[in-house]
C-alpha cells in the first residue's frame, strides 16, 4: 500500500498530463470502434428474413478458397502487368448472379480473347467460390452463387461473401471494382419454371441487399450491368442465332442506357430496352426472312420477338426492386440490359461424360462483344460512395487533429517535464547537501567523544527539520510521461540510497535518544 501512495505522490505533478493522455487515447479508442461499428453487417432494408438454411458448403473451406484464388490472381497480374501499380492497370468486374444461372459456362466458353492461360484448373473440374478470366481488356471475377444467392433463393454464405468483400478491400483499396454484371437466368422469367411475381419480388430485394454491401462495404459507386443468361430457353432465340452471320452472333444483344450516370432507374427503362429491341427484330426478321437466303427455322426467327416480350413484365418487377432509391445508399448506376444463350441445339451426352460435357462444345451467343466492348471498355465509370467520401473525409479530419495535437501535446508536457525535474533537482541538490553535511558533522562527533552528547542534542534538535527536508526530497517529481529517459528511475534509486543513510546515521539516532530520555523521565529514580 505504501508503494503505491508514493507511486501516487511522486506522479502528482504530472497528473493533468497524464488524465489529457488518458482522454486523448480514450478519444481514440471511441473513434476506432465507431468506424467498427459502422462496418459490422445491418439489417437490409426489404431484405427477406426467415431461418438461415443449412449451408451447401463448408463456410471456412469457400473462405479458404476466396483467399488462394485471389494470391493466385494476383501472382498473375503481378507476373504479366508490368509496374508498382499492376492492380490498378486493368479494370476488374465482378459477375454476381444466383447459382445455377449459367454465368461460369457463358463466361468460361464466350469467346473472348485472353492474353495468356488463365490460372488454375478446368473451370469445370471444381467448384471455385471466386474464378479469375483474365480478357485482354480486363479480369473478370467470377463469383460462386452460393456466396451471392442459393438456388431457390435459399440464403447465401455470408461467411464467405465477408471475406470476399473484406479481400477486394484489402488489395485494391483505392478502387476495389470497376463494374459488376448482375446475372438474371431467362428460365426464372419465362417459360414453366418461371418464377411468380412475389418469389421474383424476394429475388430482387435479395440482390439490392447484396449490391448494397457491395456499396457500403468498398465505398465506390459502380455501374451495374443486367444480363439476361440462358436465353436459349426462349422460344426461337437458337433459330435467330443460326440465321444470323457467325460474326453477329458476337454482336451486342440488348439496350444500353442513354441516360447519365447519376440517373435514378425508372422502370419505365425496362419498357424502352423492349421497344428498342423490338425494332431492331422487326428490321432483323426483315432482312432474314425477306433476303433470299434459305433460313434453318424462318418459325423461331419469326415467333422470338414475341416470346421476348413475355420478359418484359417479370424483368420489370425484378428489376425495380433491385434498383429502387433508397435512404440508406447511393443509387445504383443502371447501364444497360442485355441477354445471351446457348445457339446451338443440345448435344448428346454419353452417361460416362464429365458434368457439363455438353457446355464444353458450345459458345454462347451476344456475350463476346457485349464483355470486349461495352463492359470492360468502360473504364473510369467508378465512383467514390458520397458516405464513404465523407466517412473517409472525417477519417483524413481526425487524422490531421491527431497529428496536430500530438506534437503539440507532447512538446508542451516535454518542455514542462524537463523544467519541472530541473528545479526539482536545484531544490533536491540543496536538500541532499543539507542532508550531507549532517551525517559529515555526526560522523566526526562519533570520533570525538568529548563533543558526542553535545552532536547528539543537536540531532535531536535539528531531526525535525531533517526529516521535513527529506518528505520534500521524497515528493519531488522526477520523472515524466513526455520525457521516456526518466522513465528509468536511475536518479530516484540514488535519493532513496541518500534518504535511507540519513534516516540511519541522523533521524533513527535521534529518536533513540529522545525516547530513551522519556523514558528516563517517566521511570522512578532507582
Not at 22 to 30: D, K, P, T, Y
Request: aromatic letters at 10%; charged letters at 25%; glycine letters at 8%.
Amino acid at each position: 500500500m505504501s508503494g503505491l501512495a508514493g507511486f501516487l505522490l511522486r506522479i502528482r505533478p504530472a497528473l493533468p498530463w497524464i488524465l489529457l493522455a488518458a482522454a486523448l487515447g480514450a478519444a481514440l479508442l471511441a473513434f476506432l470502434l465507431w468506424r467498427a461499428a459502422r462496418r459490422a453487417p445491418v439489417p437490409v432494408p426489404g431484405a427477406p428474413v426467415g431461418e438461415e438454411p443449412e449451408p451447401d458448403v463448408d463456410p471456412e473451406a469457400s473462405s479458404n478458397d476466396l483467399r488462394r484464388s485471389f494470391a493466385e490472381g494476383l501472382r498473375t497480374l503481378r507476373r504479366y502487368v508490368p509496374g508498382r501499380e499492376f492492380r490498378y492497370r486493368i479494370p476488374w468486374v465482378l459477375v454476381l448472379g444466383e447459382s445455377g444461372a449459367g454465368k461460369s459456362a457463358s463466361l468460361a466458353y464466350g469467346g473472348v480473347e485472353r492474353p495468356f492461360a488463365d490460372p488454375g484448373e478446368d473451370p469445370f473440374a471444381t467448384k471455385r467460390a471466386c474464378r479469375w478470366s483474365f480478357f485482354e481488356r480486363g479480369v473478370v471475377l467470377d463469383v460462386a452463387g452460393d456466396l451471392f444467392l442459393r438456388a431457390g433463393g435459399r440464403g447465401s454464405d455470408e461467411r464467405g461473401w465477408g471475406t470476399l468483400l473484406r479481400l477486394l478491400r484489402r488489395n485494391r483499396p483505392e478502387r476495389p471494382v470497376d463494374a459488376v454484371v448482375l446475372t438474371i437466368p431467362a428460365t426464372d422469367l419465362y417459360g414453366p419454371r418461371a418464377l411468380t411475381r412475389e418469389a421474383l419480388v424476394a429475388r430482387g430485394e435479395a440482390a439490392f441487399a447484396k449490391l448494397w454491401e457491395v456499396q457500403k462495404e468498398l465505398g465506390v459507386r459502380f455501374p451495374v450491368y443486367v444480363l439476361v443468361t440462358k436465353c436459349d430457353r426462349v422460344a426461337g432465340f437458337r433459330g435467330l442465332c443460326q440465321a444470323l452471320p457467325e460474326p453477329l452472333r458476337d454482336d451486342v444483344f440488348g439496350w444500353s442506357s442513354p441516360y447519365p450516370l447519376e440517373a435514378s432507374f425508372a422502370p419505365e427503362w425496362v419498357d424502352e430496352a423492349f421497344a428498342s429491341m423490338g425494332r431492331e427484330l422487326y428490321e432483323v426478321q426483315v432482312e432474314l426472312l425477306g433476303g433470299g437466303e434459305p433460313v434453318r427455322d424462318p418459325d423461331g426467327v419469326f415467333r422470338f420477338p414475341g416470346e421476348l416480350a413475355r420478359l418484359r413484365e417479370p424483368l420489370r418487377s425484378w428489376s425495380r426492386e433491385v434498383f429502387r432509391e433508397s435512404a440508406y445508399h447511393e443509387t445504383f448506376s443502371f447501364r444497360g440490359v442485355y441477354f445471351t444463350g446457348d445457339s446451338e441445339e443440345d448435344l448428346p451426352v454419353s452417361a460416362d461424360a464429365p458434368a457439363d460435357a455438353a457446355a464444353r462444345e458450345r459458345r454462347p451467343a451476344f456475350l463476346r462483344r457485349l464483355l470486349e466492348d461495352k463492359v470492360l471498355a468502360e473504364r473510369g465509370l467508378v465512383r467514390p460512395a458520397k458516405t464513404a467520401s465523407l466517412s473517409r473525409n472525417r477519417t483524413v479530419l481526425a487524422a490531421q487533429i491527431l497529428l496536430v495535437l500530438i506534437p503539440l501535446v507532447g512538446g508542451a508536457g516535454a518542455a514542462h517535464g524537463y523544467y519541472r525535474i530541473r528545479n526539482n533537482s536545484d531544490h533536491l541538490a540543496q536538500l541532499l547537501g543539507e542532508v550531507r553535511r549532517d551525517l559529515l558533522r555526526l560522523e566526526v562527533a562519533e570520533r570525538d567523544t568529548s563533543r558526542l552528547d553535545a552532536h547528539r542534542v543537536w540531532a535531536e534538535v535539528h531531526a525535525y527539520d531533517l526529516l521535513q527536508n527529506m518528505s520534500e526530497v521524497g515528493q519531488a517529481a522526477l520523472w515524466s510521461p513526455f520525457l521516456p529517459s526518466s522513465w528509468a528511475g536511475g536518479l530516484r534509486r540514488e535519493v532513496n540510497g541518500s534518504m535511507t543513510a540519513a534516516f540511519s546515521g541522523v533521524v533513527f539516532p535521534a529518536m533513540r535518544s529522545s525516547l530513551l530520555v522519556r523514558a528516563d523521565s517517566l521511570l522512578p529514580p532507582t
